[in-house]
Structure formats: structure tokens, C-alpha cells
């Protein structure tokens, strides 16, 4: 068993909670801005005043209108500026707040609104609402419905909530936060219900408030700025632990937090905004690579040609630097290829982006080498819910490619015999939710959190994962092979949009592909070929094969032989969210993909 510890960079005082921050920013810096707002296609800068101004008056509503302390109160909408607004007042009139996607299905939320005991919760539009009547006569506790966004000419739940308050007493109101102490149970935050119903995880203030404060800490160029010039662009799930604790930490920290609702828009956003960091998963990072790539072999061979070299000066260089070893060659190489590729892509990034926090799967070795070349530094994190979320982080001091860092400040790190991660540390959060028996069995009988996964601490403590420990898949031949480090570099590819590896009790590892649909149009193209070729067509096309299977040699060439990917089938389909494949943070639900695939992997080993 190996074991690895930081000391603690920030402690928690007993008495705070998060409303803290908001008060903080407000007494000292009032007229600095905390937050930029989109109103009417314009970034709108919001003062710390004006932002604690609203969120007081909309705890003065909740309150004026029936919560009370310790109510759960839930959010329901995508990331957008009322989401700040409405997490920091329900805990400024002493609620919990109970974060829902606006992905999740009508009995997602009637479970969730039903476990948590929601007497209330906010809904982003009519649609939304709409959800959460059609299963209201199940919620005999949920008292108040109200919608963020204007309907039919009516007012907003902002504007509903500063009305009611409008003559409230102020002195409940700072009685209610002043109760909070960093051991009150801030959110119930809902886990992906993967492997059956979601449970409820409890994060108390003190773990959120720990979380931010280490990360601010070790992190500082991320988080820290009391000039307004650290801009955050935040444009996935704040319904997510990752999410929220990073739009936490830039509020603690100092730095300017935006949000987009649609991150359909983000390339058009980030020129605009101009932010200095972004969060992502790796998805996000996959595909800027991949459009950089695509962009470039559509310019002819000798622009691909070009690119190639660039990607490859690129990784040397960031393996180099984290050495300490540039020599002048690669430094006049690297320097060449910052002009003709690298400013290109750091201009689309908005000019100013130089760090980036990369969660939810591994990003990959070589991918972080890449953007660390181009100089966009993606610091890895590694974490569950059940953390707040973060267990470890790669600094951006000293950054190693392939790890996800040592652990964060005040927590200790185990690898257990069997190669799980264990965890403890003040992040660790409170227990699940109505259910003793699941809290019991996470933790070990000296008390560390088990997490489920398997890695490896190397000797300065940097951890990497190697998979899900119910991920693994071991072949009938009885090979364990874990699937991640081969679909990571599958799905790195410009033409795959998403692969799930299997072989579970199979003779052999093999894999299910889906195709990027704008990639392939593309690829289409530059082969002289009409570009809306049907899918189940290019699902069966020998040249498109080709390219794949080259795709399939390059990662299995990350593993032994026994290990390797012997066959694959392309798909006629994509995975989304929205049809059920894929969690809201992107991560791929295998369960499911294996069910509704069954047949096509049965058809995999057919001839076996």
C-alpha cells in the first residue's frame, strides 16, 4: 500500500460558510467587478455590490415568501448568471440548495425533488416547468415552482423574489447566514444514478469552502486578481461539482466570472470574452485538436504536412521544458511554428487563454503535451462529488504530462493492495443522503473514502488513473485490460467521434465507433467525394475503414498485444445526452451503450 499527503495550504475556520465570499468582495473591493453579465448581446460588468445587492434581495424573497432554514430549494437550469444569483441566496436565507440538469427526465426529477424533500425549486423556462408539473402530484412537499426566464410577459423569478422581499427585514436575513457554520450542509448534489438510483451526496460549507481555498492557494495565476484582469469563462453544467467549485474558487479568488448557456457559441464567445481560463472536459480539448487538424488538411498536403510537424515540435518541446532541458534547435523550431501555427490557435482561443482545468476522464499524455507547447497549460484534476470535488491537481508549476497531480493540500492519498484510490481529507463530504447502509460501505474501518478507481502514485506523489475498477475488462483468456488508455487515443482521432472499448469474458478486446458527422463531411470533401454520403453507407465504406484502422494500429501501440483492439464496428448512430449514452458531464454511460449495442458486439465475435 502507498500513501502520499500535501500539508494543508488554507484551513477553514469554524464558523464560516460560502456566503462569506460574496460579503467579503462586497466590504473591501465594492466597485470591483466580480462577475460579467450578457444583457442584450453585451457583456454587462456586475460590481461585488451590485452582486451581493441581488442576491440579498432574493433572499429576502425566498424568505419573505415561506423557506426556511435548512428548506432545500433546487436550481434547475443551464449554467447562465442567475445560477450564482440564486446558489449564493438560498444559502444566504440558511437553505440547501439542490442542483438538478436540465437534461434530467421527468422521473430523474421527481426522484431527486423527492429524496431531497425540494420545497421549492427554480426552473430556467417554460419547458423546464413544464417537467416538474407533469409529476408535481408525486411531490406533496414542493411548495413553489418559479421560472427564471419571463413567460408570456410575466415577471422572472429574480424580479418575482426582489418584490416579495421588497419590504422584509434584514435582520432575519443576516441572522439566517450568520447561522451557517462551515459544518451546515450547503447542496445535496445528485450522482449519476449510472449503476441504479442517484444518491444524494452531502457537502457541507467547510468541504466547498476547503476545496477553494487550496485550490486559489496552489493555483493562483487561475483564480487570483485584484486588478479584473483573470477572466473565467464558465460554459459547462454548474448543475456538476466541477463546475460549481470552479465558479466558487474564481469568486473567492478574485477573478472575473462569466457564463454561457449554450456552448454551442463558445468559439464565438472566447474571442469575445477573452478569458484567461476555461474548464472542459476532454471532449471539448479533443475537438479543438481535431478541427485544427482538419482545418489544416483541407488546405492541400503540404498545410497537413506542416501541421504535423508543428503537433510534433509541440509535444517535444512541452517533454523538454518539464525536464528543463530546450535545446536551441527545438527552441528555434518551437519558435517557428509558434508564428505559423501555434499564434493561429491561441487567437481563436480569444488571444488571452493560458491555463485551462481539464476533469471528468483523463485528457491524455499527448494531448496535454500539445496545448502545453501551443501555451495553454490544462491543469488535470481528479475528483468525485463525493470530494467537492477535487482529490488531486497538476500544478502548473511543475506539470506532468499523463498524471493528474499530487494531491490537493490537505489530503492524503492511498493506492490500497488491489490498486483502488483511497482518500481522505476535510473535502471528504458528509454521507449520502437517507442512506447509511451506501455511506458505511464507502469508506474503509479507518476511514478513507473508497473511490472506485485504480491508479498509480509515482514518487513526488503525481497520481494517474488507469480505469474504473468496475471498468476493467478482463478477456477470456483472463488479461485484464483497462479500457480508457485505448479510447482515449481513439476518440484523439479527427474522424471518431466517441469509441467505447469492450471484451468483458470475450476472446479478445475489440470496439464500437461513431463517426463525427462535420469531420467526415469534411474528410469527405478533400477525397473528391460528395459530401452527405449517407451513414449507414460511410459505416461500410472500405476507404473510411482504412483510415479508421489506422486510427485502431496508432492506439494499439499504447498496449500489449494482448491487450490490442483486434476488431471495431462503425456505428450509424451518435451518443448524446440527450438520447441517454452519454452523462451530462460527457462521460460515456457504458452500461447502456452495451446494452442498446448488444447485437453489434455479439457481431464482433461472430466468426470467433
Known sequence: MREYSVASLYEVPGEANLTDI??????????????????????????????????????????????????????????????????????????????????????????????????????ETSALTSVVDAVRERLPGLRYVWQIERDNGGSGALSVMAEAGSGADPRIRAERHRALTSASIATVIYTSGTTGRPKGCLLTHGNLLFEIGNAVELLPALFRDDEGRARTLLFLPLAHIFARIVHLGVLHGGAVLGHLPDPTHVAEELGEFKPTLVLAVPRIFEKIYNAAALEAGSRGRLAAYVF??????????????????????????????DRLVYAGIRARLGGRL?????????????????????????????????????????????????????????????????????????????????????????????????????????????????????????????????????????????????????????????????????????????????????????????????????AVDDANRSVSRAESIRRFAVLPTTWTIESGQLSAKLSLKRYVVNVEHAADIDGLYAES
Request: negative net charge; contains cysteine; hydrophobic residues 40%.
Open 354 to 550: 493560458r491555463y485551462a482545468i481539464s476533469g471528468g476522464a483523463p485528457l491524455g499524455e499527448r494531448l496535454t503535451r500539445f496545448f502545453h507547447g501551443v501555451g495553454l497549460t490544462v491543469c488535470e484534476g481528479y475528483g468525485l462529488t463525493e470530494c467537492a470535488p477535487a482529490i488531486a491537481i497538476s500544478p502548473y508549476q511543475k506539470p506532468k504530462a499523463g498524471t493528474v497531480g499530487p494531491p490537493l493540500p490537505g489530503t492524503t492519498v492511498r493506492i490500497a493492495d488491489d490498486g483502488e484510490i483511497q482518500v481522505k481529507g476535510p473535502q471528504v463530504f458528509a454521507g449520502y443522503l437517507h442512506d447509511e447502509a451506501a455511506t458505511r460501505a464507502a469508506f474503509t474501518a479507518d476511514g478513507y473514502l473508497r473511490t472506485g478507481d485504480l491508479g498509480r502514485l509515482d514518487d513526488e506523489g503525481y497520481l494517474s488513473i488507469s480505469g474504473r475498477a468496475k471498468e476493467i475488462l478482463v478477456t477470456a483468456a483472463g488479461k485484464n485490460v483497462a479500457p480508457l488508455p485505448l479510447e482515449e487515443r481513439l476518440n484523439a482521432h479527427p474522424l471518431i467521434d466517441q469509441a467505447l472499448v469492450v471484451g468483458d469474458r470475450r476472446p479478445y478486446v475489440a470496439a464500437l465507433i461513431t463517426l463525427d458527422l462535420e469531420a467526415v463531411a469534411n474528410w469527405l470533401g478533400q477525397h473528391g467525394r460528395e459530401r452527405g454520403e449517407p451513414l449507414p453507407e460511410l459505416c461500410r465504406d472500405p476507404e473510411l475503414a482504412g483510415e479508421l484502422q489506422r
Open 308 to 337: 504535423g510537424r508543428a503537433v510534433e515540435t509541440a509535444v517535444d518541446w512541452s517533454r523538454a521544458a518539464e525536464q528543463g532541458r530546450i535545446g536551441e534547435r527545438l527552441r528555434l523550431r518551437h519558435a517557428f511554428f
Open 22 to 123: 460574496v460579503h467579503r468582495n462586497a466590504e473591501r473591493t465594492p466597485q470591483r467587478t466580480v462577475v460579467a453579465r450578457k444583457v442584450g448581446g453585451v457583456w454587462r460588468d456586475v460590481s461585488a455590490a451590485e452582486f451581493l445587492a441581488e442576491i440579498e434581495a432574493v433572499a429576502d424573497g425566498l424568505i419573505a415568501l415561506g423557506v426556511r432554514a435548512g428548506d432545500r430549494v433546487a436550481i434547475m437550469s443551464r449554467t447562465r448568471y442567475e445560477w450564482s444569483v440564486l446558489d449564493f441566496a438560498i444559502w444566504e436565507a440558511g437553505a440547501v440548495s439542490v442542483p438538478l440538469y436540465e437534461t434530467s427526465s421527468a422521473e430523474q426529477v421527481a426522484w431527486i425533488l423527492a429524496d431531497s424533500g425540494a420545497t421549492a425549486v427554480f426552473t
